[in-house]
């Protein structure tokens, strides 16, 4: 057993007020599942909506707009980095990444079962130059993760689960989870790719429209619009790790392969940048290595 700093959580985090997202804690009266049928789209006031694919109506989403976390009394702590290792394509131009697509293989299950939270993912990300910021993530997840309707902090029970999110960052003016349709439960073992493509232009806003899921998956799928994105990236997250024991046993890495990364409809053929605290490390183009604690 070897001791790790991963990101925590608060112990005083009350959980009738916050839940756990891929973004940190967020309000859970600020958590939505999309409905089957429709999309979830930032507007250019920077409100959030669901749209009808049916009939294109639209309705507001209400709640409280801005959700820091309190830094007192609930404080995230600063020991670890939630993300422990992650890969990372920037976006060099002003044309739209229209796609983002990984294979990677469920892990075996941990050891001990606690309270962490382990995230696998396959992501594009949008950087605003205020701290706006937003991920959209087809999400293989181990512990804790937020629910739709009344953003309840449930846990996978002791299995892995899949599902997509669209989660604005910490420093978000409007900080909304939004969770597709379904979360499947899945198998170590089993073969997943997460992928998140292009379907042209929004009409109406002028943002880009995306389809993020799991190939096979069809409930895990969630339907956006949103800004253009800067960044694609794969990546291992941790919340609540405290010990390798909580980590799955004799693995030193998820492989993430078939990685196929596009830009204006191209496959763009950049290098894949490593970082995070257990550095990420590129096989090759289409192949990226993210490292667990050891």
């Not at 993430?256 to 605290?277: H, K, M």
């Not at 257990?278 to 090759?284: G, L, S, T």
Request: hydrophobic share 30%; with cysteine.
């Amino acid at each position: 057993m070897t001791i790790v700093k991963s990101k925590q959580t608060a112990p005083n985090l009350d959980p009738n007020v916050w839940s756990l997202s891929p973004s940190g804690p967020c309000l859970r009266t600020n958590v939505h599942r999309v409905p089957a049928g429709h999309r979830a789209r930032r507007r250019r006031d920077r409100q959030w909506e669901f749209v009808d694919l049916a009939t294109g109506q639209s309705r507001t989403l209400n709640g409280q707009s801005t959700a820091p976390v309190p830094l007192d009394p609930v404080n995230l702590g600063s020991d670890g980095h939630e993300w422990a290792s992650y890969a990372a394509i920037t976006n060099p131009g002003d044309q739209p990444f229209t796609l983002s697509q990984a294979t990677w293989v469920v892990p075996p299950t941990p050891l001990t079962n606690t309270n962490q939270t382990i995230y696998l993912f396959n992501c594009l990300q949008h950087d605003d130059p205020s701290g706006d910021t937003y991920i959209l993530q087809p999400v293989l997840v181990f512990g804790g993760y937020p629910v739709p309707p009344g953003g309840e902090w449930n846990w996978t029970g002791g299995s892995w689960a899949i599902a997509s999110f669209l989660v604005p960052g910490p420093s978000a003016t409007d900080k909304r989870v939004f969770a597709s349709n379904g979360v499947v439960t899945v198998q170590p073992g089993d073969q997943l790719t997460g992928r998140i493509s292009y379907q042209g232009q929004d009409p109406d806003t002028g943002n880009n429209l995306y389809s993020c899921g799991f190939v096979g998956y069809p409930s895990t799928n969630l339907p956006a619009s949103i800004e253009s994105c800067d960044r694609c990236m794969v990546s291992l997250e941790l919340w609540n790790v405290n010990d390798t024991s909580q980590l799955p046993p004799d693995t030193a890495n998820t492989q993430f392969s078939n990685l196929q990364t596009g830009i204006a409809n191209e496959l763009c053929g950049l290098g894949w940048q490593p970082d995070g605290p257990w550095r990420a490390v590129p096989v090759d183009q289409s192949t990226v290595d993210v490292v667990y604690p050891s």
